[in-house]
């Protein structure tokens, strides 16, 4: 195989992913972030890589609750007056995208990533020998009664549908699973088969670690432009220099659209923003496995440095200032739900899901140019599907067939 100067634009988990394949491909690859490795929307989410996590964003009626989800803050998606304007485009595609008759594709699509995406995960662990960061823990929703239960309804057919390993526990057998959770949680659902990243950072830094070690040079630039040739672009140009380039693969997460548009392809990518809180461990571990508590919309996950409260969506343009106050009710309500949790917080974090409207990545080549490969857009799952992306993008740069169907996730659908 020719060997190809590669440069992967931004080292989030996704691009990393992307670059470790290419450089165990045996090309030249040059990973150009100014951000260190993991440390952007990759350094702050649940940790689970959520193989059952299929199920759009944009639902059937959605569009319904826009006022909703403007006023009222316990919303679990939430967005602004300032921001709508200039949302407009993406949010039309977004309420458009959960018709019906969408639901049942997109979820398909979403599967057939979400479906190898553990394997892709161990498979990379074990060759890099990175241990002790995943555990084989699943992920667990609670809630307090039949009709808070009865709302996930659909999804959990999506589930079934997709063939995903699932399990309803009554009162007692979640009490097996989780005893310090609050009685006041009757019913759950747990998804054995998710892994759990405790360190989400320490994840992305062994990749690109392993990418380090086997010749990828990683460059704190920031990419500006290109110097489109014949070819497509022959050098990627940042803040700092010049890289020439045989292919691109842009890996930049929610601010991915106005460098794609610079590469031919016009996407529509925007910031799902999500937040976390960290809480400070005290004694006995509390919990052993993500949980989500359903009828308040938020995730206890019990990383290696604290409890980490996680919220839901707030849809808004990326450089809007953050609005901590729907995570700090969360934490109210985490406390509630996990008697015990009684730690100081030390930190309160927010990441942008790069999100598109049909809440499908974007994983293929520019419309315009055969050398430019995209792989950015996993939203809620970007975590899980890393290593499945990577994979793909590697098969894509030697030209081999990536055994998945990805028209669904083709650059020019928008
Ligand atoms: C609260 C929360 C909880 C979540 N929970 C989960 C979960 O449990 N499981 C799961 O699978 N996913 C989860 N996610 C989603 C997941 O974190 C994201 O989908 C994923 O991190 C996206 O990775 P990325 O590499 O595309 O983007 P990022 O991590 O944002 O990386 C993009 C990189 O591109 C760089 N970049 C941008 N512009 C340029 C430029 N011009 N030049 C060079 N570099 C550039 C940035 O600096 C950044 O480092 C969660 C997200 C949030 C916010």
């Known amino acids: 195989m020719e060997q190809k100067k590669i440069v992967v634009i931004g080292a989030g ?131 307090p009664n039949a009709a808070s239960f009865q709302k996930s309804a659909a999804e959990r057919a999506a589930m079934e549908a997709a063939g995903v390993n699932t399990e309803t526990l009554d009162e007692d057998e979640l009490r097996q699973l989780e005893p310090n959770l609050h009685r006041r949680f009757k019913i759950g659902f747990f998804q054995p088969d998710n892994g759990f990243v405790t360190s989400p950072l320490k994840l992305t830094e062994a990749y690109a670690e392993a990418f380090c070690r086997l010749g990828g040079a990683i460059f704190p630039e920031e990419v500006r432009d ?45 910031a799902e923003r999500g937040y976390h809180a960290n809480i400070i461990r005290s004694g006995e571990s509390l919990l052993r496995r993500p949980t989500v ?17 996680t919220t839901g969506s707030e849809l808004s343009t990326p450089d809007a200032p953050p609005d901590f106050r729907l995570l700090r009710r969360h934490v109210a309500r985490a406390r509630e739900a996990l008697p015990g949790l009684d730690g100081e917080v030390n930190r309160e974090w927010m990441g942008r899901r790069p999100a598109t409207p049909d809440s499908l990545p974007v994983i293929g080549r520019s419309p315009r140019h055969q050398n430019v490969l995209l792989a950015f857009g996993h939203g809620h799952i970007g975590l899980t599907l890393s290593a499945r992306t990577g994979q793909i993008i590697g098969d894509l740069i030697d030209g081999n067939s990536p055994g998945v169907d990805l028209s669904p996730y083709r650059p020019n659908r928008f």
């Not at 759009?56 to 921001?83: E, N």
Request: with cysteine; charged share 15%; net charge positive.
């Open 226 to 270: 290109f110097t489109i040739g014949a070819d497509g672009p022959s050098q990627v140009i940042t803040d700092l220099g010049m890289h020439d380039c045989d292919m691109v693969v842009l890996a930049t997460g929610a601010k991915s659209q106005q460098l794609a548009r610079c590469l031919g392809a016009p996407v529509l990518v925007q």
């Open 293 to 309: 508590i359903g009828d308040v919309g938020c995730v206890i996950a019990p990383m290696a440095d604290g409890y980490r409260i």
């Open 13 to 143: 988990v996704v691009g990393t992913c992307c670059a470790l394949e290419a450089v165990m491909r045996g090309h030249k690859v040059s990973l150009i972030d100014p951000r260190a490795p993991g440390t952007g929307t990759s350094f702050g989410n649940a940790g689970s890589i959520a193989i059952g996590s299929i199920w759009p964003s944009s639902t059937p009626g959605l569009w319904k609750q826009l006022p909703k989800m403007i006023i009222d803050p316990k919303s679990p998606v939430q967005t602004r007056w300032s921001t709508l304007p200039q949302m407009a485009p993406w949010l039309a595609r977004f309420f458009l995208s959960g018709r019906p008759s969408r639901i049942a594709d997109i979820s398909a699509a979403l599967a057939a990533l979400a479906q190898t995406a553990m394997p892709a995960h161990t498979d990379l662990m074990k060759q890099h020998g990175i241990g002790g960061i995943m555990e084989p823990v699943g992920w667990l929703k609670v809630y």
